[in-house]
């Protein structure tokens, strides 16, 4: 019901776009989550927005680097990643909540266990 893509190889200090996608359902009526996890270790939040596009949060480790974002018109939820480093290898994926954790529109979560729906994951990989 999501698709994550635009995961690549990428080298360290470049940049990629994530988008998450879906065929079956308007993104316009939910939360949207982005966590990631590397192997070998546990799932962690990245960056989520909220149904209404008030709020966003980006995790510290990540902070200055990434940004979320809404795209309505193409039906799509946007993790811009700049600067990227080899420790930013990963899997990505992303996760979608009704009208937000909750029923609250102006809220988002990082916790995994708030989202119903997720994607199969797209692959970041950054290496020299």
């Known amino acids: 019901q999501l698709v994550e893509s635009g995961g690549e190889l990428v080298q360290p200090g470049g940049s990629l776009r994530l988008s998450c996608t879906s065929s079956r359902f308007s993104l316009d009526y939910y939360a949207i989550g982005w966590f990631r996890q590397a192997p070998g270790k546990g799932r962690e939040a990245v960056s989520c927005i909220s149904m209404d596009g008030s709020t966003t949060i980006v995790a510290d480790f990540v902070k200055g680097r990434f940004s979320i974002a809404r795209d309505n018109t193409e039906n799509t939820v946007h993790l811009q990643m700049s600067s990227l480093k080899p420790e930013d290898t990963a899997a990505y994926y992303c996760?979608?909540?009704?009208?937000?954790?909750?029923?609250?529109?102006?809220?988002?979560?990082?916790?995994?266990?708030?989202?119903?729906?997720w994607g199969q994951g797209t692959q970041v990989t950054v290496a020299s």
């Open positions: 996760a979608a909540e009704l009208e937000g954790p909750y029923g609250t529109k102006s809220y988002c979560s990082s916790d995994a266990t708030d989202y119903t729906y």
